[in-house]
């Protein structure tokens, strides 16, 4: 079955250490991908998106994120955490068909420590 | 501002009543959706709708009916139906299917 992975539930990492939260897919063709990330109790805000081109996508807050084929991946990573980036973090694909909705991911939630 | 506005943010209803939650975007967005969010769910599609006067069911449909007679505006009501319809509720907008999609703030409906 078409399907989007984040296999990391809960991660917890250091201020000021490297973030790489994982995405893995399941479908045919590539399918147009997306990052969301969503505080508690707000609705989503779009961190990048992947369509064609180059692989390693740069989003903003200083997120980036590399889609790789032949893993079916597109992980998540960050330099450097900062304490704000604590939230909940969606991966998101649409079917290169198109004609299915966005479909989501369970979702992995960062917790940042001092 | 352009935007995607949800109303009320905390809404409260006795169980055996319907609830209709509001979606108005001003984006001038052709496609509109409605999301349920439960802990450990991540999100789960209720309904979608791609032009006015025109929508689909989503993943979990059952208890939930919707309307789009104007394209700003995409109500989602929570019919008596609906076996379990306290949850966290998100709608959003794209410009096209494959866009990204943009959300609103959320609708908390707490069923007592």
């Known amino acids: 079955a078409q399907s989007v992975t984040q296999p990391d539930i809960h991660i917890t990492v250091s201020e000021g250490a490297s973030l790489e939260l994982r995405c893995n897919y399941s479908?045919?063709?590539?399918?147009?991908l997306f990052w969301y990330v969503q505080s508690p109790g707000q609705g989503l805000q779009l961190l990048l998106k992947?369509?064609?081109?180059?692989?390693l996508v740069q989003g903003i807050k200083g997120f980036e994120a590399e889609f790789k084929r032949s893993q079916s991946s597109f992980n998540l990573r960050k330099p450097s955490v900062h304490w704000s980036d604590a939230a909940e973090y969606f991966c998101a694909v649409v079917p290169f068909s198109g004609n299915t909705p966005l479909v989501f991911g369970k979702g992995t939630r960062l917790s940042v420590i001092a | 501002d352009g935007g995607i506005t949800q109303s009320p943010k905390y809404l409260f209803r006795k169980e055996g009543q319907n609830v209709t939650l509001s979606c108005e975007q001003n984006?001038?967005?052709?496609?509109m959706y409605w999301y349920r969010q439960d802990p450990g769910q991540g999100l789960r599609l209720i309904y979608y709708s791609q032009i006015v006067n025109d929508f689909q069911k989503g993943d979990i449909a059952e208890g939930y009916s919707v309307s789009r007679e104007k394209k700003e505006s995409f109500p989602l009501t929570v019919t008596s139906a609906q076996k379990n319809p306290t949850a966290f509720y998100l709608c959003a907008s794209s410009m096209g299917q494959i866009n990204e999609q943009f959300f609103g703030p959320g609708t908390r409906l707490t069923v007592l």
């Open positions: 992947y369509f064609s081109g180059d692989t």
């Open positions: 984006l001038n967005h052709d496609a």
């Open positions: 479908y045919g063709a590539t399918p147009y």
